[in-house]
């Protein structure tokens, strides 16, 4: 059955790094990947995307600059570099896959596969 599998998530500190991973079924290849976040209280947001080759990405602009999102086909799965955490990066980070697109889209209406998400807590 297809699935999304986050891990890496914890406690940073401010100005520190974490890495997130999504590990995915085999099919995940070829679907544009992301990675949203939500905060409590607030609503779920998009904070980057990936094509299906890496070759094209899009970051939200609160985190241009300090997080870096990556795949690896051949281990099928998708990662999520956060350097220079700072405490509003807080939430729980969801992997999510779109079988509507191969490209790293900004509409979240096109992700219809998502994982369970790992919470991401950033201590200043």
């Known amino acids: 059955q297809a699935q999304l599998l986050e891990s890496g998530g914890g406690l940073g500190e401010a100005g520190g790094s974490l890495r997130l991973s999504c590990a995915a079924s085999?099919?995940?290849?070829?679907?544009?990947m992301a990675w949203f976040r939500q905060a409590p209280g607030k609503e779920r947001e998009l904070v980057a995307a990936?094509?299906?080759?890496?070759?094209?990405?899009y970051y939200t602009d609160s985190v241009k600059g300090r997080f870096t999102v990556s795949r690896d086909n051949a281990k099928r799965t998708m990662y999520l570099r956060m350097n220079n955490l700072k405490p509003e990066d807080t939430a729980v980070y969801y992997c999510?896959?779109?079988?509507?697109?191969?490209?790293?889209?900004?509409?979240?209406?096109?992700?219809?596969?998502w994982g369970q998400g790992t919470q991401v807590t950033v201590s200043s």
């Open positions: 085999a099919h995940f290849i070829t679907y544009g």
């Open positions: 990936i094509s299906w080759s890496g070759g094209d990405t």
């Open positions: 999510a896959a779109s079988s509507v697109t191969n490209t790293a889209t900004r509409s979240s209406s096109f992700y219809d596969h």
